[in-house]
């Protein structure tokens, strides 16, 4: 039997290949509602988050239409992978988040001290009488729920709900412009219609095309599913591998791009949580090892960006009525002409996002 070496792919081919899956190596002439959906979603810990990853991404993009999307429930934002919040299309709440229930009942499991004595299937259908009745805040939940089950643990209660019923949160809450308490209902609910759960081997796909390539591990980070092993190797037949640097094997799409390690990669802002950052076991093709615990400082994120696709610094605005200071925090030394496309595009992102409005870029501290 001879044996096959496969490709190997550098650091900086991977890092340009995910850049191309995740638009940002140019900025697509693609409707935002489709953006969402090739990117499977977008990280929304935040409100603001999925509106600065757009700007980043689409050409001629405006966050209103972001926000009528959300506002015509053709969006939603909804817990699915990595128990973190997500915008997505209508069509992927209903297909991913049941996709993902193993892990919300694993959630549930951590919390079964504080559920001693709670019958969860009647907590469940508690809890969508009463968001289904019309939509209620968390601390409307819990406390119906402690009103049932009073020696229970609050919190144990919150999270119960949460990961047993798809809960989506409702609008005002999102919008560009807008503020609003989180009120939740169900999905199905809110968007008038049933689940539609997706196929392991289908979201490979779907991953694969906005992630890859990538491994099995890879892909288990990003979802927070595990043993998807078997769905790879259905799908062995009809994809291409090859391995990194350290011999991680790694799975893509036969006519996926794969650019050139030497293309241009134009300096990008993102937001904070966004998940070309999250959505890797190795983050190396995007996070330099140096940088690896930057990102952070205790449960704060902060917002990020890339030069020559790799990421390099924070950044942080600060808004007025009038205007917009952006700080600009590079983490090494940045050339002359790196600073400059960066103070370009942060200028271009702040047209997006605070239109209007002088824009004042300054490098420093945050």
């Known amino acids: 039997m001879v044996s096959v070496t496969k490709p190997v792919l550098s650091t900086r081919a991977l890092n ?16 935002a509602e489709h953006a969402v959906a090739h990117l499977v979603g977008l990280q929304a810990q935040n409100t603001k988050p999925p509106y600065v990853a757009l700007a980043a991404r689409l050409a001629d993009f405006r966050p209103e239409e972001l926000s009528a999307l959300m506002e015509t429930r053709a969006v939603a934002r909804i817990v699915t992978m990595r128990s973190t919040i997500h915008t997505h299309t209508a069509d992927d709440v209903l297909a991913l988040r049941p996709l993902v229930q193993a892990a919300r009942d694993r959630e ?40 049932e089950w009073p020696d229970a643990d609050p919190l144990a209660l919150t999270v119960a709900a949460r990961c047993l019923l798809p809960l989506v949160q409702v609008t005002p809450r999102g919008l560009w412009g807008r503020s609003g308490q989180v ?15 997706a196929g392991r081997e289908e979201t490979v796909l779907r991953y694969l095309a906005a992630f890859g390539p990538a491994s099995v591990k890879d892909m288990q980070t990003w979802s927070g599913l595990t043993r998807l ?29 794969r ?50 696709g790799f990421l390099a610094g ?34 271009h992102t702040m047209t997006v996002l605070a239109p209007g409005k002088p824009c004042d870029v300054r490098f420093g501290t945050l």
Do not use: C
Not at 183 to 197: C, F
Not at 267 to 284: G, I, K, V
């Open 108 to 147: 549930v499991t951590a919390f079964r001290k504080g559920l001693a004595g709670v019958d969860l299937e009647r907590l469940a259908a508690l809890a969508r009488d009463l968001v289904e009745e019309r939509p209620r805040t968390p601390k409307e939940i819990r406390e119906a729920l402690l009103a």
């Open 259 to 308: 650019p050139d390690p030497d293309t241009p990669a134009p300096p990008r802002l993102l937001p904070e949580f966004d998940n070309l950052l999250l959505s890797h076991a190795d983050r190396t093709r995007v996070v330099p090892a140096e940088y690896k615990d930057r990102t952070w400082k205790g449960n704060q994120a902060y917002r990020t960006f890339l030069v020559d």
């Open 183 to 197: 009120a939740l209902t169900t999905a199905e609910a809110w968007l008038g219609r049933t689940a539609d759960p």
């Open 229 to 257: 092993r078997d769905a790879f190797e259905r799908l062995r037949p009809g994809l291409l591998t090859f391995r990194d640097e350290d011999g991680t094997e790694l799975f893509d799409l036969p006519d996926a791009p």
């Open 16 to 31: 340009r290949a995910t850049l191309a899956r995740q638009l940002l190596l140019r900025r697509t002439p693609m409707p």
């Open 314 to 347: 924070i950044w942080r605005p600060d808004e007025t009525k009038d205007a917009v200071t952006v700080t600009v925090q590079p983490f090494g030394n940045l050339t002359r002409e790196q600073r400059t496309a960066v103070a370009e595009e942060t200028e």
